[in-house]
């Protein structure tokens, strides 16, 4: 009888650890953006469409914070731009010393840049920036990392040429509108949430900061994970002509000891299921298989996300 209580006692212990295994958590990012309703949608898909698992979505800072959460071990997907997920694969910047060790699952969308203001503040170009109250984004975001490298190149100190907030994008909005900062940085699709509220504002008409000439000056310095982009004049309201500005791509990676089949069955359901995200958030429609390529990402790609691409007819080289 004892060794039967015992063989029980195994054997639910055997299937709380499988289900604990299939409990996941998608680091996402602030309410303003497109990460984190994006992140739901993924979290409702990933809990309807496999099997014995429950997904959930955090706000969290951002696609640095997304990275740390991975590096803890514990079952994290995280939403998070290329140039990040570099810097975390290699253990620099943010990440000095502490390399996370991340697989990509998916090249999602491209995350564009957005240099904005408003009229009235004299910015009108990245040089007048200089002396003003600007937001780099919230601490432990990835759009903080690529405004620190914007800054840079349009020859800027982020420390002695401006007065810098850290805030989300809900919140350098607000901080906008109330005149408590001059422009803000964010990183984010289209459109993103927050910035249509702002250009939507009575008695606001937004202004776009082109920097899509500082993209050389990038890559030359940190490899080649930005491309000159636009943001098209008719995505936020008041915009006088397209927005040239720097895009990176977004990614979902996850750690690399996920195992190969949980790893396989993110992937299908999300390819599998993308009209469902497609209504979350139109940005869902850049999830494309032929996007899904080595050229893509600075990360190696996960077993089971190849395995999946494979059936699909893509090699990831």
């Known amino acids: 009888m004892k060794l039967i209580v ?15 295994a ?26 309807k469409y496999v099997p014995g698992m429950q997904a959930t979505a955090e706000v969290t800072g951002g696609s640095v914070a997304n990275l740390q959460l991975v590096g803890t071990g514990k079952p994290y997907l995280a939403m998070t731009m290329a140039d990040a997920g570099q810097d975390a694969l290699q253990g620099k910047d943010k990440f000095n010393g502490k390399a996370v060790p991340i697989r990509t699952l998916l090249v999602m969308y491209p995350n564009r840049m957005h240099v904005v203001s408003i009229e009235g503040t ?23 990392v690529m405004a620190f490298r914007v800054i840079e190149a349009a020859g800027l100190d982020k420390d002695r040429d401006m007065r810098r907030e850290r805030l989300g994008v809900a919140e350098s909005v607000n901080a906008l509108k109330d005149r408590k900062i001059d422009a803000f ?13 702002l250009a939507s504002t009575p008695n606001v008409k937004i202004k776009m900061i082109d920097h899509a000439d500082l993209v050389p000056a990038m890559n030359k310095k940190y490899g080649n994970l930005y491309v000159e982009d636009r943001i ?18 977004n990614l979902l990676v996850a750690h690399q000891n996920m195992d190969e089949k949980t790893a396989y069955n993110v992937v299908k359901a999300v390819f599998e299921h993308r009209d469902e995200l497609i209504r979350v958030h139109k940005e869902a429609e850049n999830f494309k298989l032929e996007n899904q390529k080595a050229s893509a990402t600075p990360i190696p790609f ?16």
């Open 6 to 20: 015992r063989i029980l006692a195994l054997v639910a212990g055997s299937l709380a650890l499988a289900a604990q």
């Open 22 to 47: 299939q409990n996941l958590s998608i680091g996402t990012g602030g309410t303003g953006g497109v990460y984190y309703p994006l992140g739901g949608g993924m979290a409702a898909v990933l809990s």
């Open 122 to 144: 004299g910015i009108n170009k990245m040089a007048d920036l200089k002396g003003k109250r600007v937001s780099t984004g919230s601490g432990g975001s990835a759009t903080e």
């Open 185 to 197: 940085f964010w990183v984010g699709g289209l459109p993103t949430a927050a910035v249509t509220d």
């Open 232 to 249: 098209p004049k008719e995505v936020y309201k008041g915009m006088d002509a397209d927005n040239r500005q720097a895009t990176v791509m």
């Open 302 to 317: 996960h077993p089971g996300a190849i395995k999946y691409y494979a059936e699909k007819g893509i090699k990831i080289n």
